[in-house]
């Protein structure tokens, strides 16, 4: 307990605090908000985030938390996060933050892009998965104007894979 809260300051007739301690239980709860918020700012300053979605702190590492549509989320949270966060950007928006994605996901944790639905040769265990456009045609289905794109064979979409085990 707190070291200026003493059981006796805390009776109460089932409808909340009485003898006038409202005032002196605000007063506490603000000091305590205070002193959480003081700590979470000096992390940031140790270079420690926090993940928007989780809530957990991580060094701020590469490959730790992706920045992306308006915070930092780590990679055990993205395959829930971004889901639901897709559905609430501006198409212009979630084409940027998808783009981004991918490329963290190829560049920290091994992911794999592959054009069509089938097990892809080779691949092992499976983290989680996702359908983004097309890095190469920008989601047209097109290179060069009227050729289809060698990278997704057409639909302008691809499979971004992530293995379970980055090393």
Not at 9 to 27: A, C, H, L, P
Not at 41 to 66: H, T
Not at 85 to 108: A, H, I, P, Y
Request: hydrophobic residues 35%.
């Amino acid at each position: 307990m707190h070291q200026d809260v003493r059981a006796e300051d805390f009776r109460t007739n089932g409808n909340g605090v009485e003898n006038g301690r409202e005032d002196r239980v605000s007063e506490i709860l603000e000091g305590v908000e205070r002193n959480l918020n003081d700590l979470v700012q000096g992390l940031s300053l140790l270079g420690i985030k926090r993940c928007l979605w989780c809530r957990k702190f991580y060094r701020a590492e590469p490959g730790a938390l992706f920045a992306g549509a308006g915070g930092l989320v780590c990679f055990e949270c993205i395959p829930a996060w971004w889901p639901a966060r897709r559905e609430e950007l501006s198409c212009g928006d979630r084409q940027k933050t998808e783009t981004n994605l991918v490329f963290w996901l190829r560049s920290f944790h091994n992911a794999r892009s592959f054009n069509g639905w089938g097990k892809p040769a080779g691949q092992h265990a499976v983290k989680f998965e996702l359908v983004a456009s097309c890095l190469e045609c920008r989601g047209t289905g097109t290179y060069m104007g009227d050729k289809r794109c060698r990278h997704c064979a057409g639909p302008g979409s691809v499979r971004v894979v992530v293995p379970s085990k980055t090393t």
